[in-house]
DNA sequence: CGGTATCCCCAACGATACTG
DNA sequence: CAGTATCGTTGGGGATACCG
């Protein structure tokens, strides 16, 4: 295949977990059903609002799925969907690449000073 | 390994690929050298300025090298590093992914009106 | 606890014109 | 051909307060 003519799947990815924050919430949602106190823990920095943001779009992409337990106080967790869990399969090797070339890229940025 | 601690692999590669083009330009690239012009060319949609602009980070951080062949009228090209292979590598099943599912993701997108 | 509502900012992106 | 320069735009993201 010539991977120079035409769109390449990369787009479509791109649409599903662009962002600054998508993979990163998949990512912590990995390992099972997760409440929303616990996501916005382990995702360091997000603000509340661009968390909800971020989570209700992946449910409307089919990619997590929510559930409301209908208690008080609230309790609602998020989870990968059938879909979602192919998706991070996808985005596993990517983690993998990171976690070896962390020291990498952070003497490269360093020496660019940026 | 607990993947619900600490900073996962994602951190590192966002930092290196972030933003809107930059997957999408290595896409392009990876088949051999690519003349500043046909990589306009084969992103799709992309200006000059943000093209260069996205370029330059990318040789920065030993992932491109560009190739100035010292000729009128200019010739350019950019080419993956041995590092930068090793991330299309990892950007692959991504790519795949995409493929497979752009008929959902596009079902579901509609179906959100987004 | 799990959200909404509101206001604000800025970095990334875009369009156009110009240059060695 | 491969950039620079300049200006304009936008929406993703941030801070804070409030609500069921």
Redesign the pocket.
């Known amino acids: 295949m010539d991977t120079t003519d035409g769109p390449c799947g990369l787009d479509v990815s791109l649409k599903v977990i662009g962002?600054?924050?998508k993979p990163l919430i998949l990512y912590h949602i990995q390992d099972g059903p997760t409440?929303?106190?616990?996501v916005k823990q382990r995702v360091a920095?997000?603000?509340?609002?661009?968390l909800?943001?971020?989570?209700?779009e992946l449910v409307a992409m089919d990619v997590l799925i929510?559930r409301?337990h209908q208690r008080v106080?609230?309790?609602?967790?998020y989870a990968l969907t059938p879909f979602g869990k192919t998706l991070v399969e996808a985005l596993q090797p990517l983690c993998e690449w990171g976690t070896q070339n962390r020291a990498h890229v952070a003497a490269t940025l360093a020496a660019a000073s940026g």
Do not use: A, N, Y
């Open positions: 962002g600054k924050w409440r929303f106190s616990q920095g997000i603000s509340e609002k661009v909800i943001q971020q989570l209700r929510r409301d106080p609230p309790m609602v967790d």
